[in-house]
C-alpha cells in the first residue's frame, strides 16, 4: 500500500514495540526502510523482537526501559540516536490497564496506570525533545490513546484519565513544537481482533458478536489497521497534520453516540 522507501532516512523509537500493536507498526516501519529501536521492560521479548525484525531484513535494536523512570528513558533515546545518528519518531505504546469499580480503585491502582501513560508519554516525549527537533526531515511524536478516554470508561476511570490526559498534552505539544516542525498526533484504535487483549477479554468469553455489532462496520478492526495510520502520520503523507486524533475503530464510538 505505501512505497517501500516511505520511512527512509527515518528513525523511530517505539515504548511496547516488543508485542502487540507496537511490534505491528515497527514490522510496518522497518518495512518502509525506518531503523526501529523497541523499548521496553521485557528485554528477553522486545530482544527476539529486534532480532526477527532484523532477520527480516530491517534495521532494528532493543532496549529495556520502564517509561515511569525518567532515567531509563532518557537512556533508550540516547541509545537510539547513539546506535542511528538521529531521532524522527516518537511511538508512545506503552500502557497499563486493568478493570476496577471506580469506588473500589486504590490509590496505587490509580497512580500505577497514571504513571505508565501519562508520565510515561510526557518522559518520552520530554527525553526525545532535543533530538526531534534537529530531524532533518521534521519529526513526528503518535501516541496511541482511545475514544474512551474521550467519552468515559467506567470501570477504567485510571485509564481514561491518563488516555484523555495524553490527548491534551498532544495538542498542547503540537503548538509549543509546531515551530520547531515537530508533529503530535495521537491514533484511537477500536477493538482490534488480532490482539491478545481483544481475544482474552471479547472473544474467549463468547462476547465477540456483541462486541462486533458495537461497531458501525460491524467487525473488528485488524492491528494492520493501527500500522497504517501510524505509517501516514509519521512519513511525508501526512506532513501537514498536527494536533489530531486519529480514530480508527471501525465506528464504534459514533455508533455509541447514536445509541
Same mark, same amino acid.
Request: charged letters at 20%.
Given at each position: 500500500?505505501?512505497?517501500?522507501?516511505?520511512?527512509?532516512?527515518?528513525?523511530?523509537? /517505539?515504548?511496547?514495540?516488543?508485542?502487540?500493536?507496537?511490534?505491528? #507498526?515497527?514490522?510496518?516501519?522497518?518495512?518502509?526502510?525506518?531503523?526501529?529501536?523497541?523499548?521496553?521492560?521485557?528485554?528477553?521479548?522486545?530482544?527476539?523482537?529486534?532480532?526477527?525484525?532484523?532477520?527480516?531484513?530491517?534495521?532494528?535494536? $532493543?532496549?529495556?526501559?520502564?517509561?515511569?523512570?525518567?532515567?531509563?528513558?532518557?537512556?533508550?533515546?540516547?541509545?537510539?540516536?547513539?546506535?542511528?545518528?538521529?531521532?524522527? /519518531?516518537?511511538?508512545?505504546?506503552?500502557?497499563?490497564?486493568?478493570?476496577? !469499580?471506580?469506588?473500589?480503585?486504590?490509590?496505587?491502582?490509580?497512580?500505577?496506570?497514571?504513571?505508565?501513560?501519562?508520565?510515561?508519554?510526557?518522559?518520552?516525549?520530554?527525553?526525545?525533545? !532535543?533530538?526531534?527537533?534537529?530531524?532533518?526531515?521534521?519529526?513526528?511524536?503518535?501516541?496511541? #490513546?482511545?475514544?474512551?478516554?474521550?467519552?468515559?470508561?467506567?470501570?477504567?476511570?485510571?485509564?481514561? $484519565?491518563?488516555?484523555?490526559?495524553?490527548?491534551?498534552?498532544?495538542?498542547?505539544?503540537?503548538?509549543?513544537?509546531?515551530?520547531?516542525?515537530?508533529?503530535?498526533?495521537?491514533?484511537? !484504535?477500536? !477493538?482490534?481482533?488480532?490482539?491478545?487483549?481483544?481475544?482474552?477479554?471479547?472473544?474467549?468469553?463468547?462476547?465477540?458478536?456483541?462486541?462486533?455489532?458495537?461497531?458501525?462496520?460491524?467487525?473488528?478492526?485488524?492491528?494492520?489497521?493501527?500500522?497504517?495510520?501510524?505509517?501516514?502520520?509519521?512519513?511525508?503523507?501526512?506532513?501537514?497534520?498536527?494536533?489530531?486524533?486519529? /480514530?480508527?475503530?471501525?465506528?464504534?464510538?459514533?455508533?455509541?453516540?447514536?445509541?
Amino acid at each position: 500500500m505505501f512505497a517501500n522507501d516511505t520511512l527512509k532516512g527515518r528513525t523511530a523509537l /517505539i515504548t511496547g514495540g516488543g508485542t502487540g500493536i507496537g511490534l505491528e #507498526i515497527a514490522t510496518a516501519y522497518a518495512k518502509l526502510g525506518a531503523s526501529v529501536m523497541l523499548v521496553g521492560r521485557n528485554e528477553e521479548r522486545v530482544q527476539a523482537a529486534a532480532k526477527a525484525l532484523t532477520e527480516a531484513g530491517g534495521v532494528a535494536g $532493543a532496549r529495556k526501559a520502564d517509561v515511569r523512570n525518567y532515567d531509563d528513558v532518557k537512556a533508550a533515546v540516547d541509545a537510539t540516536v547513539e546506535s542511528f545518528g538521529s531521532l524522527d /519518531i516518537l511511538l508512545n505504546n506503552a500502557a497499563g490497564n486493568f478493570v476496577c !469499580p471506580t469506588a473500589e480503585l486504590s490509590p496505587r491502582g490509580w497512580q500505577t496506570v497514571i504513571d505508565i501513560d501519562l508520565n510515561g508519554t510526557f518522559h518520552c516525549c520530554h527525553a526525545a525533545y !532535543p533530538h526531534l527537533k534537529q530531524s532533518r526531515q521534521g519529526a513526528s511524536i503518535i501516541s496511541i #490513546i482511545t475514544m474512551l478516554g474521550v467519552t468515559g470508561w467506567p470501570q477504567a476511570a485510571h485509564a481514561a $484519565a491518563a488516555k484523555g490526559g495524553i490527548l491534551s498534552l498532544s495538542r498542547t505539544l503540537a503548538v509549543e513544537w509546531g515551530g520547531d516542525d515537530i508533529r503530535v498526533n495521537t491514533i484511537s !484504535p477500536g !477493538p482490534i481482533g488480532d490482539t491478545e487483549g481483544v481475544q482474552r477479554m471479547y472473544i474467549e468469553t463468547g462476547r465477540g458478536h456483541l462486541e462486533e455489532k458495537k461497531t458501525a462496520l460491524g467487525r473488528f478492526g485488524r492491528k494492520e489497521d493501527i500500522a497504517n495510520a501510524a505509517v501516514f502520520l509519521a512519513s511525508g503523507l501526512g506532513a501537514y497534520v498536527t494536533g489530531e486524533n486519529l /480514530i480508527v475503530d471501525g465506528g464504534r464510538w459514533l455508533k455509541y453516540v447514536a445509541s
